[in-house]
């Protein structure tokens, strides 16, 4: 069992419409990342979660620890939005800190 | 500001050759993060460099190995290339790493190199 799920793996939408990507996790982190990865490879970091909800623009993120679960929400989506959302943590190793561990990722195709 | 850099863009190489991939941080960044992006796999961690020392690594074969400079550069190098070893290895940089104050630890990607071995 993969340490981080993603939900859906893939989704396609209809411009305009509210998208919401989720995030489960097996184990004990220092925070979360979304990331997106557009065709040709390049990845952005959106978002680093440890607690809470952050805002981008149309992007909204939220963490809840105690339930090991983050989501990842687009308003107003655009074919823009289209690419590879990847959640990845940060697990906590206590007296140090690891690389990243990552989600398979969800495949958005916005369609105008 | 420049971000995370890296170099080449795209590598051919054939089995049984060496490569060498060049990641530049971002300017005050100490700690680099090399990933392997091979495909149907998913991102999986590779290598972690900090001041110049190699801290930690994921689950590689000692073929895969690198250094961090003292400009906290960084080199990743694959010796005896394997066809599986074709993939996307993307770079990231942090400030600091174990930071109470976690926007420190936002790791920013480079926009890759693509390794292709035939």
């Known amino acids: 069992k993969n340490e981080v799920e993603q939900s859906p793996q893939n989704l396609t939408a209809q411009e305009g419409e509210f998208i919401t990507i989720n995030c489960s996790y097996s184990v004990g982190i220092s925070a979360l990342h979304w990331l997106q990865q557009h065709p040709g490879g390049g990845i952005v970091s959106l978002f680093m979660l440890s607690s809470g909800k952050k805002k981008h623009g149309r992007l909204i993120a939220t963490i809840n620890i105690q339930e090991k679960h983050s989501s990842l929400h687009i308003t107003a989506s655009h074919p823009r939005d289209s690419a590879v959302y990847i959640c990845a943590v940060h697990p906590y190793s206590g007296g140090g800190a690891d690389g990243l561990t990552f989600g398979k990722g969800t495949h958005l195709i916005i369609q105008p | 500001e420049a971000g995370v850099t890296q170099s080449p863009t795209h590598l051919i190489k054939t089995r049984g050759q060496h490569a060498t991939l060049r990641c530049s941080p971002i300017?005050?960044?100490?700690?680099v993060y090399w990933y392997q992006q091979a495909l149907g796999l998913g991102l999986q961690f590779l290598l972690w460099?900090?001041?110049?020392?190699?801290?930690n690594r994921g689950n590689f074969p000692p073929r895969f190995s690198g250094r961090q400079f003292p400009n906290y550069s960084s080199e990743l190098n694959v010796n005896a290339l394997e066809l599986e070893d074709s993939a996307l290895y993307l770079c990231?940089?942090?400030?600091?790493?174990?930071?109470?104050?976690?926007?420190?630890?936002?790791?920013?990607f480079g926009a890759g190199t693509r390794l292709s071995v035939l």
């Open positions: 460099y900090d001041e110049g020392e190699e801290r």
């Open positions: 990231a940089s942090s400030l600091a790493v174990g930071e109470v104050d976690a926007a420190k630890n936002i790791q920013y």
């Open positions: 300017s005050g960044h100490t700690s």
